[in-house]
């Protein structure tokens, strides 16, 4: 009987039994991708803040704990800091420098930090720390302007495919449903490892023993805890796997939750081999200088300290025409959020300078940039960004975040 004439009800069956066999393949095919999703246990969550990592004691910090890690870290970073002065000198002034998150918004970073070697300016930063973008800003910052050609490449001569890899259109919702992540970042991985070898890990120890700091902020999702890695004293430690860790670390931090695939930093305990998922730190925090608990007022110095903030973001609200549908509405509210915790943390940083008698300074990319974004890392735009952040260096700094007053109100009788 040819097909035209059979009732609906039997073409239907028909059509039924045909594609069967292919949806038994695909559910195999499902669940075979998310049964490989595995990993090793982490370590018990009361033994983990003690935990070294490489056998490095202060590898690390938690910087939602108790303020005494950090607290002897900064004793031992000024009695390094000491021993390189000529004796019965004065010490030099204390310069903070705070690199915060954005994706592809850290070329404007990349272009202020550029710009400002070139307006003749730019210290020798005390403490470099960043987050997500601002930690892979970060390094090149710390190390000086010996590596801001470096730094102008990672952040104006990519492309999108050395960041991540999108999955075919056919096949976007299998990741979606069944994996880890949307995107697959070794590409992103691989341009870490381009950029940062072992040579930069010896400049950074050397910098380490003369009493600077750099720190990257990641996100232990196992506990959901920010922590703040202690890239020179991992450099300093001589360890054979201190780079592998290093470049985990700068993956980690930049790696969007769903977006990207966390990454696994593996510890021991007990005998027992153990792994942490780490993820972005900007699921914690945008930007981050030192926790609100360490009080530098009760430090006793009166050394010129001035810490410098760099949102790579705006600080005013980028509106515009929300589509009804689940991922707009779902991305555009992240973004939102996203936003008004990078506010927050620097009105934090503000006050905390404030209460410690430090200087306080902000760059932010202004309203009257304007440049398209076709495509996320699309290399116009960052183009157009380093350079606006490039000419940004040579404008003053804001003293105050926007929209904080600083008029003194007195206390109600």
Known sequence: MRSEMLPARVKRQRGLR????????????LLAGCASITRMPAPPPEATEGLSVLGIPNARFWIDGSPDPILREGRAMVAREAATLPPGAARPPTTFLAISGGADNGAFGAGLINGWTAA??????????????????APFAFLGPDYDAQLREVFTQVVPRDILLLPRQVFA????LFGEALADTSPLARLIGRYTDQAMLDAIAREYRRGRLLLVGT????????VVWNIGAIAASGHPDALTLFRSILLASSSIPGAFPPVLVPVE????????????????MQVFLYPPSVNLSERGSRRERTAYVIRNGRVDVDGGVTPRGLFSIARRSAATLLHFSGI????????????????????????????????????????ALFDYGY??????????PPGVSTTVVPPAR
């Open 173 to 176: 919702v299998i990741p979606l």
């Open 120 to 137: 003749g300016n730019r210290p020798s930063f005390t403490v470099v720390t960043g987050i997500s973008a601002g930690a892979l800003i």
């Open 269 to 284: 305990y007990g005998g027992r081999s153990y792994e942490e998922m780490h993820v972005d730190g900007g699921a914690a």
């Open 18 to 29: 045909a594609t069967g066999p292919f949806l038994a393949l695909l559910m195999v095919m």
């Open 391 to 400: 000419a940004q260096a040579h404008q003053p700094w804001h003293t105050v």
């Open 344 to 383: 927050s943390d620097i009105n934090r940083i503000y006050l905390t300078t404030l209460r410690d008698g430090v200087d306080f300074r902000l760059a932010f990319i202004g309203s009257d940039f304007r440049a398209e974004r076709r495509e996320p890392f699309d290399p116009p735009f960052m183009q």
């Open 219 to 226: 996100v232990n999702l196992d506990l959901q805890r920010p």
